[in-house]
């Protein structure tokens, strides 16, 4: 996915109150409620350099599934495959840690305890901000701005910079819990895709 380089204007960022471990405590809640629901739904749009991109995602710890009208994405915890229906072709992938955050939003909210210093920001009433900065300054992920709903503790809206200060924005609403998966709902199943072309890029 390609990106832009932004600036990112510190004019417009102005810090709450709370102090750095009350962020903290603020994500262990999130992360807490993710760890909790056996899967989670909700739809997306993600913007990227190149336009927005809008379908439905569901969780089930580090697994999920994604559709699109252009694509449907599979990840088990280890193997990505990424379906497109206009050329009727999959690729197979190992996606990187910053690969996944760009995906999937709970990564960064489950990591950041370890990975991320966390201070709380200002925020419209019913919600909670938190930034999060890298520890490491060779971090793919360099800073992300978490939104939360205040009542549920479920995200609406990551944004993302990297190391070379590009983002991309993921929009979350109507995110529900759900049932427990099979892992082979996060797989991809050849058959049910007659005269699909693989290819393999491990």
Known sequence: ???????????????????????????????????EAPSLSAAYTITTPQGK???RVSFAGDKFTMTSPQILTWYDGKTQWSYNKELNEV???EPTDAELSQIN????????????DATSL?????????????KNDKSEIKQAVVTLNESTMMPTQIQLTNHDKQQITILLTSVTT?????????????????????????
């Open 122 to 134: 200002q925020a419209p009433k019913g919600f909670k901000k938190i930034e999060l900065k890298a």
């Open 178 to 202: 759900g049932r427990k998966y099979n892992i082979k709902a996060f797989q991809f199943h050849a058959p049910n895709y007659p005269g699909v072309q693989i290819v393999d890029l491990r």
């Open 91 to 93: 690729n197979v992938t």
């Open 53 to 55: 991109y809008t379908g």
């Open 1 to 35: 996915m390609n990106r832009i380089f932004l600036t990112i204007c510190a004019a417009f960022v102005s810090i709450w109150a709370y102090a750095s471990d009350n962020a903290s405590e603020i994500l262990d809640q999130a992360a807490a409620k993710f760890t």
């Open 105 to 116: 939003p709970f990564v960064v909210i489950n990591r950041f305890r370890n990975e991320f």
